[in-house]
């Protein structure tokens, strides 16, 4: 049977999806040390150890390299023309119809739906509760930032960002949400990684591999 090639991702989307995976990566390990610590640096009588600062100071890195690349993949998925297949998935998610025949599609009931856009309402629903989720958790570790650093850009949101604590019940519950949303994308990871590799293997379009090289190849009708 013959293929066309289809491009499915732009060099941004697929730049940024690997940029926030690696820094949810590295953020889960080092925001549960920050929680409760699991290892210490050998005894020394010089003062230069810091093991605590030094994860810390990853956790923040990469805590602001997610914010930088999570706020442009929003500015790609509205702006972008390259990118405007995935603002198309809008239309799918809206559709009753598609709706019913990827449900059928999941139980090995029908054929996958034609989509206009590259993501099903399935999984255009759980991006948008990812999103939520990941706003949640970008939005209470700048809480938590401002707390500890109260010059520069701490002290410039402490103002913006102080009512919002308050809202949340205080400090201690705005960790204690940033937690519970950083577990729920503990789970949601591992399933999003299922379904990939399921589309994938199902479909036998490429669909995994257009995350990697931007393309993939549906079968010609």
């Known amino acids: 049977m013959k ?3 289809e491009y499915e991702f732009s060099i ?9 995976a690696l820094c949810i990566f590295a953020l889960v390990i080092t925001g549960y040390y920050i929680a409760y610590v699991f290892i210490a640096p050998e005894p020394s009588s010089e003062p230069n150890v810091f ?3 030094k994860i810390r100071f990853v956790h923040l890195v990469t805590g602001f ?3 930088g690349a999570t706020i442009f993949k929003c500015y790609l998925f509205i702006f972008d023309k390259k990118s405007r297949k995935e603002l198309i998935s809008v239309a799918d998610f809206l559709s009753p119809k598609i709706w019913f025949e990827q449900i059928k599609y999941y139980l090995f009931l029908g054929k996958h739906p034609k989509l206009r856009g590259v993501y099903n309402p399935l999984q255009f629903a759980a991006y948008i509760a990812f999103y939520l989720i990941l ?3 970008l939005i209470t570790g700048m809480i938590l930032y401002m707390h500890v650093y109260h010059e520069g ?3 410039f949101v402490y103002d913006i960002l102080r009512p919002l604590e308050v809202y949340m019940g205080g400090l201690s519950e705005v960790r204690m949400i940033h937690h519970i949303c950083t577990d729920c994308i503990i789970v949601f990871v591992p399933i999003h990684v299922y379904m990939a590799v399921f589309n994938a293997i199902k479909g036998k379009e490429g669909a ?3 995350i990697v090289s931007g393309y993939k190849f549906p079968k010609e009708v």
């Open 65 to 67: 390299l997610l914010i």
């Open 153 to 155: 850009l701490g002290g």
């Open 135 to 137: 706003a949640f958790i």
């Open 12 to 20: 941004g989307l697929r730049l940024t999806h690997w940029i926030r």
């Open 3 to 5: 293929r066309s090639t």
């Open 51 to 53: 093991l605590q600062a």
């Open 208 to 210: 995994l591999d257009a």
